[in-house]
């Protein structure tokens, strides 16, 4: 069974704080991404990586960045925590063949920034 | 831009009935499609998908529609239970491109059905 897990589901965190969101997948993904869902907006790519120290830019990068380090874990770094990056926070991998396009989801991430 | 349209924010049905969720895209290099259901405090969950050379893919109660000439994909429940009420959110692929399996989402539709 496939398993994403995010370090947190609740943070609280104050404006201007470097905040670190952390995913482990345990299916040796090669595709991890990290997404930010907001009510009426949907699911917004931030970044994605498809191999270790790989990535990519999203949809809306602007205020992020990440890092690969291993194959399973990807992290999603705000280096300085602003009040519009108050959402819900989702991790995803997936394989890089073609044809596997399933991507599987962490429980996701509340993030208040105050 | 939103390549991944769901124009409906919200759908209620009867139990029984059956519920039609709508999605249009713009990227005709879009050619393999997904439905996502998610709970809440949950992350989404896969529930069919479909490639642009069907029209059509059935799985249980889940039933999904693509018109490739209107770029138009709809997912159909039937009969619908109160346990599938949710948000569902459909995704797109221009899989035969560099996108590395990215996905592009639409806004989601939340699903309540009522007993």
């Known amino acids: 069974d496939v398993k994403v897990t995010q370090s947190s589901r609740y943070l609280v965190k104050r404006t201007g704080e470097k905040v670190f969101l952390e995913c482990v997948q345990d299916?040796?993904?090669?595709?991890m991404f990290w997404y930010r869902q907001d009510p009426g907006l949907g699911l917004r790519l931030i970044y994605f990586?498809?191999?270790?120290?790989?990535?990519e830019k999203g949809d809306i990068p602007e205020g992020y960045s990440v890092s690969r380090e291993k194959k399973e874990r990807f992290s999603l770094i705000l280096e300085s925590a602003s009040t519009n990056q108050t959402s819900m926070y989702l991790c995803a991998s997936s394989f890089l063949d073609p044809g596997s396009y399933e991507q599987y989801f962490g429980p996701g991430t509340r993030l208040t920034v105050t | 831009d939103q390549q991944v349209k769901q124009n409906s924010p919200s759908l209620s049905v009867q139990e029984g009935r059956i519920s039609i969720l709508n999605c249009d895209y713009t990227n005709s290099m879009f050619d393999y499609f997904l439905w996502y259901k998610k709970y809440p405090a949950e992350g989404p969950t896969f529930l069919i998908s479909i490639s642009s050379i069907k029209d059509k893919n059935e799985d249980g109660r889940f039933t999904v529609f693509l018109n490739k000439s209107a770029k138009h994909l709809s997912l159909h429940i039937v009969p619908s239970q109160p346990g599938d009420s949710a948000v569902y959110f459909c995704?797109?692929?221009?899989?035969?491109?560099?996108?590395?399996?990215?996905?592009?989402f639409g806004q989601g539709t939340i699903l309540t059905v009522h007993p």
């Open positions: 299916m040796d993904h090669e595709n």
């Open positions: 990586s498809y191999d270790v120290k790989m990535k």
């Open positions: 995704a797109a692929s221009d899989a035969g491109g560099t996108s590395y399996g990215k996905l592009t």
